[in-house]
């Protein structure tokens, strides 16, 4: 969590409903200054909401938004110190790049030396030089993006507010836009809120992830926390593969699931009743013992850099991540150290709420 006086923007409390149905529930942040931060989560679960509330499109029922501790909520969204880029990037074809960028300039009746030189160097910064006499649709869609970026900094915002902008280029487009994106965030020095329901490019580009579900935040941290150390199922389940089981802990450092009893590194909880989850490549797949957790292989594809296997073991099914192959059918153990065996309440979403128990 961000400490309280760093805070460049904070929401507080705050709630939507659109009619009777609740979007936003109590959902508190802070956003640091220079800070990227991304609100990731699956489709419908407000990540948009959130962002037009700060961008002042929407208002919120109740709760506050504070732009360096004074509230935002009577601050229309022309005059807030931030800037929004779509998805549908919204160029406008009859002109071009160098007045799309332009555009917002010329409704403030910025002066023209003032106009050529802010969108030179924002064209400059997403990598357009030269391109100001293009006309959009002489672009592909990694460039039109880039305008768009360029039309959005141009204005010289604090806080960069991007809706999946990467949403309609190709994988490939995707990854270099990333690295492209990440790189600007650092040489601008401006405050970055990312919306995106993709975890990996969350995991890529993010100081700070905000894992939300059904309008309620799920969990905030950085990128290692959110993988590492997930809050709960649903976390561990939307931040990459994971092995989810019900576990039982009844005393510190130890834990029953799968049948057997491991050492962890936690310590025990109110609830005894938890889920335990690891991480298909924190597991290592060795000879079967005669005391040890066994399985047989079910299926093995290769993705490339690893290997990915599933391992069928007393009607759970095990996802193992490794350069190292096993054949199909073979029986082998798994191990894995305790600390990557990673306790969470149990959750009303988890696997453990429905599934058999340890
Ligand atoms: P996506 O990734 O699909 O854009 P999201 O996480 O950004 O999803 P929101 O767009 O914030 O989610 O929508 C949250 C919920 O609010 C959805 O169920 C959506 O249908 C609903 N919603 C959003 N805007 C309105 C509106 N103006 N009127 C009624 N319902 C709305």
């Not at 961000?2 to 936003?24: H, M, P, Q, W, Y």
């Not at 965030?185 to 100081?207: C, N, P, R």
């Not at 931040?239 to 130890?254: F, H, K, T, V």
Request: charge should be negative; hydrophobic fraction near 40%.
């Amino acid at each position: 969590m961000v400490a309280a006086g760093t805070a460049l923007i904070e929401l507080v409390g705050v709630n939507k409903s659109f009619g009777d149905t609740r979007v936003l529930t109590d959902i508190a942040f802070a956003i640091r200054s220079n800070e990227f931060l991304t609100l990731l989560g699956p489709s419908g679960c407000g990540k948009t909401t959130t962002l037009r509330i700060l961008a002042g499109f929407e208002r919120p029922d109740s709760g506050d938004v504070r732009f360096e501790g004074a509230s935002l909520l009577d601050v229309p969204s022309y005059k807030r110190r931030v800037n929004t880029v779509f998805q549908r990037y919204a160029l406008f074809p009859h002109l071009d790049v160098f007045e799309n960028v332009a555009f917002g300039l010329r409704l403030r009746k910025t002066p023209e030396k003032e106009v050529r030189k802010r969108v030179d160097n924002a064209l400059r910064t997403v990598d357009l030089d030269g391109y100001g006499k293009r006309w959009v649709d002489q672009m592909s869609g990694g460039q039109m993006q880039r305008v768009a970026i360029a039309r959005a900094i141009v204005n010289e915002p604090e806080v960069l507010l991007l809706d999946e902008p990467l949403g309609a280029l190709d994988l490939k487009k995707r990854k270099e836009m990333q690295i492209e994106l990440k790189d600007m965030q650092k040489h601008l020095g401006i405050t970055f809120v990312y919306v995106t329901h993709d975890q990996e490019e969350a995991l890529t580009m993010s100081d700070t992830i905000i894992v939300m579900r059904e309008g309620v935040i799920q969990q905030i941290g950085s990128p290692t926390d959110v993988y590492n150390e997930p809050r709960n199922a649903f976390v561990a389940d939307f931040i990459g593969e994971s092995n989810i089981l019900p576990g039982r802990m009844e005393q510190d450092y130890a834990i029953v699931f799968a049948g057997h009893a491991f050492p962890c590194v936690d310590v025990r909880r109110a609830d005894p009743d938890v889920d335990v989850v690891i991480r298909p490549e924190d597991i290592t797949l060795a000879a079967p013992t005669e005391s040890g957790l066994n399985g047989r292989v079910a299926s093995v594809v290769f993705k490339g850099v690893h290997y990915e296997m599933r391992i069928e073991s007393d009607g759970f099914e095990w996802t193992v991540h490794s350069t190292d192959r096993a054949d199909e059918g073979a029986a082998v153990g798994l191990s894995f150290d305790p600390e990557d065996i990673h306790v969470m309440d149990r959750s009303a979403h988890s696997p453990g709420a429905h599934g058999p128990t340890a």
